[in-house]
């Protein structure tokens, strides 16, 4: 790989960096500004105002915002985010089981849904304006129009109710037999699937038809390729930077809008775990769980700007 | 018509292809109507030999690339073929369907498009998209496709011909596309070549390099070809026979030498000696009204110096044109004198006083005395302003006319360019480009300025328009008694209606002076490949100028 190229690499992990820890400090301001007292919410309504005062000075409350923030920021670096309020358990020993079980759902809904979203895409443009097409787009919109709870109970209805094929309530725990867990995530996966499928899939539809219009790809015609060989080897690979966008905004998607599916199927992952503290007013766990999430959309962001990078020849073979 | 056109239903010897009474329809959509079709081929037909050059030759709209692409079966957006025959090797190819173009295409009849940097993937290399063709059709092994290829590299004169396939395209210059794109057409040695303008778009040093290319392979390979073309002298120089269309209508069919020499048809006459302007030189007067002196300006704060040292004088109601190829600073210079590039050093003066370096702090009266003109008239216009709005804007702006007082100077404007009054309330779309380019020269004389820029203003219109248009200025310039700054590459217009030339070369001035000290010898390097580069209607000039070359072309 050439210079440049690893400049602008650089550049852009640089960026995330300082992005994310621009967002940790929006977090923690962001729960400081919340009402009502975290010494006050543990001890409950009847606790003695020196109970309360003594909670505070163990919980360092009394300390200025900023020591607060460099405590909590140190603590995140080195591995410590802090113990959850409601239960006093450590929250990077909890979070991590339901980190693992949230990617290994959004992993299995990503491995169906992006490749089943670009083939399609390339389907619609090479029958275009035709029935195949619009059938695709509409199935896809349809699809995502419905709100995720709503096919998610959809599911839920045919799928365990009527015909009990998968289970209602995706229950996985620790040392569960892989396709035992597999049958447990069919559901939830299926649900995340419909909720993305289709911008991804109009994505591409409308980023290899962007190309369809060069006069590389009128070459390729007259040198007698097949249309759908058009498609794939000239006009795709560069519609990738646009596609490889929109993947990895649905990618992240899957990793951190999960929340309502997670809940509907009960399953133990990071969206419910979020649900479960914010309800608590649990402030440590809610600012853990949103570091994580920015982390992760960030991440993936960079991987998009650095495939989009990667897939531009000009920059990988410069002059 | 040559006698070499076959008698219908039997196939000559030698005939390679036989296109009988074509007929290529296409629906237009246009706005507030309903659709309709037109008719874009009339019945044309004509035959072609194995191993024989046929040019094709007209302006815009005649037809000339949608039958060069019939013989491959293939419309260009929604272009049909509806009638008549295109008889390749023998059988009727309109009846094989989608499966026999394919098996055709990249086999027998390949093609060359106009532009190359925009036909090639900028995804893929260069060599991987020259042998896609053969390989495709199975008609050699990897090896021997790519050690074709390189051959073909070495006969077009590419640098580098074994490696320059690793390429990729925006690593190759465009003169170097276009010859890679020959080799790509011959590469899987078919019987038929297309060539759609396929000199068109490069710099007139370059063209010529290419033409030569192009023949010697065309000599050496013995493929057929169909050369398409709106430039009489550069078809001559690479055909055996040529076909002058118009409308989509055959206007005249004969051998190179009787169509250029001998012509019958009155419009063939008009392409064969359309640059006969006759435009006096004009001395220049005492005093220049615009100075430019040792102006040098930059790119990229500084790093890219684009001129250098540059010094010209503009005189009043006179004509100073300035040539040279792409990248030499002609547009440059017209930004750095309209502000829009502030010169790092150096001044321009406009009646005795310094203008304002930047363009944000020139007043208003220095903006109405320096008008542009460009290129492309249909971007330079909204496309959602009617022409009256177009010419009455710079009247509101600069001299606060209102209601009728602006519509009726609108009216002399039109009447000026030589539209009517019925163009008030057309809109950009509905007007042809010669049409467009004269609305803009109309919006730019509104200001009346003492100087008119022309950037490459009739580069883009086919000649007999250009013409049009060149006199129109002319004339304009005898009445308003305005200046002109006429930036082009094209020598031709330079003489027909320049005072004065700049002759540029990498961002220097290396030839300035009247018309007449210019054009005539001795001439430096440069000068002297630019002016024996133009082609010229005559057979046999493409090999007595590559003969006669001082000095290799920059940017083949």
Redesign the interface.
Known sequence: MSLPILKLIAQRIALGILLLLAISVLIFAGTQILPGDVAQAILGQSATPESLANLREQLGLNDPAYVRYFHWLGGVLTGDLGTAMSSGQDIATSIKGRLWNTLFLAFWAAIVAVPLAIILGLIAVRYRNGWVDKLISGLALASTSFPEFFVGYLLVYFFAVKWQMFPAISTVYDGMPFGERMQAIALPATALTLVVLAHMMRMTRAAILNVMQSAYVETAELKGLSAFAVIRKHAFPNAIAPIINVVMLNLAYLIVGVVVVEVIFVYPGMGQYLVDHVTKRDVPVVQAVGLIFAAVYISLNIIADIGAIVANPRLRHPK | MADSNAKPGQPKAGVLLDIRNLRIEATVYPPGEAPKNIVLVHDVSLTLEKGKVLGLIGESGAGKSTIGLSS?G?G?GGVRITGGEVILNGRDILKGGKEG???????EV??V?Q?AA???????RLMD?VV??TL??GTATRAEAERRAVALFKKLSLPNPETIGE??P??VSGGQLQRVMTAMALCSEPDLIVFDEPTTALDVTTQIDVLAAIKDAIRDTHVAALYITHDLAVVAQVSDEIMVLRHGRLVEWGGTRQIIKEPRQQYTNALVSVHEIEHQEQNPGVTPFLSVKNVTAAYGGGHVKVLKNVSVDIYPGQTLAVVGESGSGKSTLARAITGLLPPEQGTVTFDGRPLANRLADRPKEDLRQLQMIYQMADVAMNPRQTVGTIIGRPLEFYFGMRGRERDKRVAELLDEIEMGKGFVDRYPAELSGGQKQRVCIARSLAAKPKLIICDEVTSALDPLVANGILKLLLNLQQHEKVAYLFITHDLATVKSIADSIAVMYRGEVVRYGSKSKVLTPPFDAYTDLLLSSVPEMEIGWLEKAIKGRRMASAGN
């Open positions: 491959m293939y260009r173009f394919r098996k055709l295409r990249g086999r390949c093609y498009a532009s925009a036909a090639f993937n900028p995804a893929h998209q896609e063709a495709l059709h390429r990729f925006h690593q």
